[in-house]
């Protein structure tokens, strides 16, 4: 992310602690250490906005600290208008920005007063109400520790360190160091040079991608193009910009940084990056490397953690779904030469000069084992996000043993277990950490979507009428409200909560277009309120005008009004585009029948059940029968 035409802004004044350790005249002083938990590849953290709790995502991609429109009208801010002149742009190009000033910011346990952020972007999902970005980061010129697969990040203060290793941590692995960008108050961020299949590319360091991307003019430049050998279309992109972008994932030959080496990756290429870099280098690369970054020596360092980089697939499953007996092996890194393996995962890492010697830096190193449940947890959140599941499961229940009146402990070990498929035990976790903190809102969602998967739809339902008491209007769990509602089979409820979103959003939002699509198919399964559903499918067909699946809801809210022609008009353009739907043909086949076009209504309805032999007694469900 980054801007055009921005005034200086005023940085943090960070007031912690320093904690000196000295060794052999190179010191590190620990001036402040935040911890992360990581919910799926975000990294977020706690912070305070004038006395309540916040969730932001730590993002070293940020040049500056950002909260989202709907955040900033939860918290009651007042907004300004930016600098004359002031352009913000980011994935998915430039967006409306605002300016607000929060009375007490208070971040690493310190409160400050009169914190200024720019208002801008998008949701972002989980529960986060902004961005932390190199203005936290960079306070006071602080080097800063990178350790998500612990659940730390840490400021520091190099002294008298001249050309020493500050690797500090690698007394017994290889590590890199590469040169990156002198950074600025007007450019902070983290820029360095790796290769991609032997061409030099500019890569920028940025835990809040959750994956690391290519743009597609640097994949070009290395050979590859989305008609590549391989290479594969995958959902659009958003980011803090006003569009979605085109994806793909793609092999790659080899993927060097430093003195690591990957070989046969498979990266995401994005149609355009606008960072001023050709690759973002994700929370992914973060989770499986532990990273210091020197802005004192203009150097970055790295140690690989083991497992995957880029490819982060789950582990082992035994036939009934269960997990597997034991979690698969971590690759182990090898020496330069070796043979790569395929799983794109292992890099071939070698060490500058090997391992960090003891005199190189000295700091406190923490030691392996965490210390309490707090600690434990961290590392679990970190654990399943690289669907290690086994030993996130194993330090969650330390989590749990250690503190078993926190409530989130058992929250975040229910999750691990459902995704290793352990849906029993994930419900028994739920029910804990509610029975904990009733109006625990990550609790109440959770649960209510385990029990639509289990087919208890009211109890179901319950949760979700309980979460939407105690979330703020503006929230983006609205979304995930409204999509439970709607999995229940409860679509009143899905429209109202689609319709609070809509109504704490401004038209700037990226999402705007397909939640007001979710809501025109939401009233037209429910059967009410057409008037306002036809609006909503209108206003998106001319934005979209061939996109099939919302071509299917504006038919179904025509047949629901008896506009038969034009429903009959819609399916036609919706099945030429997915022919093999039988929800659009069994519809349509209803329509003709109801026109009196028997013999080509009882045709699609034939059609329809040859592809779904349920088809019929989902839409009777909604009431619309031949």
């Given at each position: ?17 320093a ?22 590849l ?23 600290s ?73 306070v ?38 590469i ?28 835990t ?19 008609d ?80 995957p ?46 391992a ?6 000295s ?6 084992q ?5 600690g ?9 996000a ?60 959770a ?14 339902i ?60 939401s ?18 067909l ?64 034939a ?20």
């Amino acid at each position: 992310m980054r801007a055009r035409g921005l005034v200086p802004l005023v940085l943090l004044a960070l007031a912690a602690r320093a904690i000196s350790m000295a060794d052999a005249g190179c010191t590190l002083a620990k001036r402040a250490e935040l911890p992360v938990t990581m919910i799926g590849l975000r990294p977020m953290v706690h912070a305070s906005i004038n006395g309540t709790d916040a969730l932001f995502v730590a993002d070293s991609g940020a040049f500056y600290s950002i909260l989202t429109p709907a955040a900033a009208a939860e918290f009651g801010l007042t907004l300004r208008s930016p600098p004359r002149g002031f352009v913000l742009h980011g994935i998915g190009g430039t967006t409306d920005t605002m300016l607000t000033t929060i009375n007490t910011f208070t971040i690493f346990g310190v409160p400050i007063p009169k914190v200024e952020f720019l208002v801008a972007g998008n949701d972002l999902g989980h529960g986060a109400v902004g961005l932390l970005g190199q203005n936290v980061f960079r306070v006071a010129d602080s080097d800063v520790e990178y350790d998500l697969a612990n659940g730390l990040i840490t400021l520091t203060r190099a002294k008298d360190c001249g050309h020493s290793a500050l690797a500090y941590w690698a007394t017994s692995v290889p590590y890199s160091a590469i040169d990156i960008e002198y950074a600025t108050a007007f450019s902070p961020h983290t820029r360095g040079v790796a290769f991609l299949n032997g061409t030099k590319i500019h890569v920028l360091f940025d835990t809040g991608a959750a994956g690391s991307v290519v743009s597609l003019q640097a994949a070009r430049r290395a050979g590859v193009t989305p008609d590549s050998p391989g290479v594969i279309a995958v959902g659009a992109t958003k980011g803090i910009g006003q569009h979605f972008v085109k994806g793909w994932v793609a092999p790659f030959s080899s993927f060097k940084i430093g003195d690591e080496e990957i070989r046969n990756a498979k990266l995401r290429i994005i149609e355009a990056l606008d960072a001023d870099a050709d690759m973002l280098i994700g929370a992914d690369f973060f989770l499986s490397h532990r990273v210091y970054v020197s802005n004192s020596q203009r150097k970055l360092y790295f140690t690989y953690n083991g497992g995957p980089v880029f490819n982060l697939t789950p582990p082992a499953q035994t036939a009934d779904g269960g997990p597997a007996a034991t979690p698969p092996a971590a690759p182990s890194a090898a020496t330069p030469g070796d043979s790569a393996s395929n799983d794109s995962s292992a890099p071939n890492a070698a060490a500058p000069g090997g391992a960090a010697s003891p005199g190189s830096a000295s700091l406190d190193a923490r030691a392996n084992q965490p210390t309490d449940a707090a600690g434990f947890s961290r590392r679990g959140a970190a654990a399943a996000a690289r669907h290690d599941f086994a030993r996130a499961i194993a330090d969650l229940t330390r989590a749990c043993e250690l503190d078993p009146n926190e409530g989130s402990y058992f929250y975040q070990r229910g999750m691990a277990r459902w995704q290793n498929r352990q849906p029993d035990l994930a419900m028994s976790d739920f029910d804990e950490a509610l029975k904990l903190k009733p109006d625990e809102l990550s609790s109440l969602v959770a649960r209510a979507d385990l029990h639509v998967q289990r087919g208890d739809n009211p109890a179901a339902i319950a949760d979700l009428d309980a979460a939407s008491k105690v979330a703020a209007k503006q929230s983006d769990v609205r979304l995930e409200l409204a999509n439970g509602y709607s999995r229940a089979g409860d679509f009143a409820g899905a429209t109202a909560q689609y319709t609070l979103w809509i109504d704490s959003h401004g038209r700037g939002d990226v999402s705007m277009l397909h939640v007001r699509y979710l809501r025109c198919s939401s009233r037209g399964r429910w059967g009410q309120e057409l008037e306002s559903a036809l609006s909503d499918c209108d206003t998106v067909l001319r934005a979209t005008p061939k996109a099939a699946e919302v071509l299917d809801s504006r038919a179904l809210v025509r047949l629901r009004r008896n506009e038969y022609d034009k429903a009959i008009g819609d399916y036609d353009q919706a099945l030429s585009v997915r022919p093999q739907d039988p929800w659009a043909r069994y519809l349509r086949g209803v329509a003709k029948m109801r026109k009196g076009l028997t013999a080509e209504g009882q045709a699609d309805l034939a059609a329809a059940i040859s592809l779904d032999a349920n088809i019929a007694e989902r839409t009777r469900k909604l009431g619309i029968t031949p």
